[in-house]
């Protein structure tokens, strides 16, 4: 939840650019395989080079997703680490 706004927002899209908010209970793989199945049907492609993960909330959960790469401790794999060249 965002302070200050009624209802929860979980995805915002604009043109080729998409932004998703997850709290600490949401699981990324899920998302994953949901997103996975629509990119699919719509022929979009996902550029996870482009992929940026902005973590907001307690510093201890904070610590947490750097340290484990997840989202949520029950997540299948760990989000994809970017190589620079």
């Given at each position: 939840m965002i302070p200050g706004i009624e209802n929860a927002i979980k995805i915002t899209l604009f043109a080729d650019d998409m932004n998703l908010f997850l709290s600490k209970d949401d699981r990324m793989d899920y998302i994953q395989r949901t997103l996975d199945k629509w990119w699919k049907v719509s022929?979009?492609?996902?550029?996870?080079?482009?992929?940026?993960?902005?973590?907001?909330?307690?510093?201890?959960?904070?610590?947490?997703?750097?340290?484990?790469?997840?989202?949520?401790?029950?997540?299948?794999?760990?989000?994809?680490?970017?190589?620079?060249?």
């Amino acid at each position: 939840m965002i302070p200050g706004i009624e209802n929860a927002i979980k995805i915002t899209l604009f043109a080729d650019d998409m932004n998703l908010f997850l709290s600490k209970d949401d699981r990324m793989d899920y998302i994953q395989r949901t997103l996975d199945k629509w990119w699919k049907v719509s022929g979009a492609r996902f550029n996870i080079e482009k992929m940026e993960i902005i973590l907001l909330g307690k510093k201890s959960h904070r610590r947490t997703v750097v340290a484990t790469r997840k989202i949520s401790p029950q997540d299948d794999n760990p989000l994809i680490s970017k190589t620079t060249t």
